[in-house]
């Protein structure tokens, strides 16, 4: 018989890594964190129009959920962006932009979308991709999650600095 408790077992140790390495931050990589996270919040609220701004419009008014989406999206880039700095590539480094443009899509207005108005039209964007942005906003920010907690973990298993890390 197969049981689950090694996976269990394995993400509450990867969390656990994660947990210790942020511990373990600086104040200055704490603070390029924060700048990551504000950085992500304008590349992905501002041409969503999530952030108001006069450079970009909406069609579709932004949805209650687009503005928690938003900041969890920010934080959890802030945190992955902020393990790349001055760190070699590592577990979770894919993840991380793919989870960051599926947000964006996510709280994006879907009739403003050119590929999605393209493959559905605007019925179709507004019938069929609008009710999945929810889903794709949690799958975005799922693998921005696992992208963070990676190479949060990353940093404990495979130390800079440490004979043998390269």
Avoid: H
Avoid at 23 to 41: E, H, L, Q, Y
Avoid at 53 to 65: A, D, I, T
Avoid at 135 to 144: E, H, K, N, T, Y
């Amino acid at each position: 018989m197969i049981s689950a408790r090694p996976s269990v077992r394995a993400s509450t140790g990867m969390l656990a890594k994660a947990g210790r390495a942020l511990a373990c931050w600086p104040r200055r990589r704490w603070a390029f964190a924060a700048a990551g996270a504000a950085g992500a919040a304008l590349l992905v609220g501002a041409p969503t129009d999530v952030i108001p701004n006069p450079l970009f419009g909406r069609s579709v008014p932004v949805q209650w959920w687009n503005y928690p989406v938003l900041a969890v999206t920010a934080a959890l880039s802030g945190l992955v962006l902020a393990t790349y700095a001055g760190r070699p590539s590592g577990a979770g480094r894919r993840l991380g932009p793919l989870g960051g443009l599926l947000s964006f899509f996510a709280i994006g207005c879907p009739v403003c979308n050119k590929a999605v108005l393209l493959l559905l039209g605007t019925s179709g964007a507004l019938t069929i991709w609008a009710p999945l942005q929810p889903a794709v906003a949690v799958l975005s920010i799922a693998l921005l999650a696992v992208a963070a907690v990676r190479c949060l973990a990353g940093e404990i298993d495979c130390p800079v600095g440490t004979p043998g890390s390269s």
